[in-house]
């Protein structure tokens, strides 16, 4: 830690804001403001588990740098594909990893994420960890690596929205 | 915030505390414990979020005032239409919306809800946002209206019970 | 509460970071580190929700002393009987009982755990409430007792493993 710096528990208070905060953007369908969230030369990815566990860097998305994750915002906001449905995350159990600095900081959370169709029961979506790497820009968290790893088997279109 | 008040992040763990205290109620079938959280002049409501983001009043359950919370607790601990079952409450993602002062706050949290029925195995009964207006009364928190906005189609019985 | 101790939300802080990371310990199967949790004289239980409001003692697991919990991490961690998986907890609501001491603490703590098969969607394998006894050893905190309650029905061979 910074001598003077913020201790492990303000920091994991703080990731917990974040995630509430960036959620609550995703659940609202508020895909234009999803880019916000990162750093201009973030990497934003979804994998799965066997993926990961494998080291394998291919994924289910992959976005690095801003004007990607914008065009990713733009292509689903103006998709047809996209059918109406109702998020909502569950972010719980957030672990700030040793070494965090102020500036500087890694850390996982796990997610569920529950999904509902038009006339529909509210399913499961997956459950995930995200694995991300916060730097401080202003004064605020922003994310310069988030990895998005689920166990669940995701075969449906909502894929292509972020998590 | 007030001068000298507490900061945002206190009212949230304020909150969360609060309402792990509810639900704990709630999940343990103590309904005649349900009103105590609320004011005496408070409007308790669950409503769909389609019948939300469209602004309808109409919802599913509504009560104004400390005499009909009361009897609607009455009514469900006498009733026997509410078949025995194990009720367990994750409420996550709690945010305290801007301008909060310690005595007036605006809140959002996700809730989900697993009901277990007798012989049966464990579903989610419905996922959801408490959409909350705190205030302070004896200098403890009390709802002064909680708004219960579901994303899940609800048809069971269970919907006499609060959530 | 001690004179001078912490507040019981520096409490339930220090619990949520402790329950995070011992999850991801289990979530990771790293049953071998799964002991170290506990004090030297722990009990560790896992019982259905109908036998605990029964206060019967019966359980599917029971663990008492470090020998034993060892020896159950041991038997799992060589039988072949426990398929592969992915598991996630998400643990939430967790509530401090009253007259709590810095280094003798009784809580709750609700729990989902989520098991994903070789292929098969995700399922939740059982919701329940940690039931717990904290002491400190070494100004760490230890479970002294940890009791799982589950609502869920459990028949499967997941069963082995602890929550």
Sequence with gaps: MNAGGPSLRELRLEIEEFNSEYT??????????????????????????????????????????????RDRALAIAKTTMFAPRYLLHQVSNTRVLGKASSDEIRAIANYALFETLVDEKTTLQQVGRYHDHFVRVAGELRLKERLCVYDSLMIDTALVFPV
């Design 24 to 69: 609550a953007v995703l659940d609202a369908l508020r895909i234009e403001d999803w880019p916000r969230f990162f750093t201009e030369d973030a990497i934003y990815r979804i994998t799965g588990r066997e993926n990961f566990d494998a080291r394998l860097p291919v994924g289910l998305v992959y976005c690095e740098g801003m004007s990607m994750l």
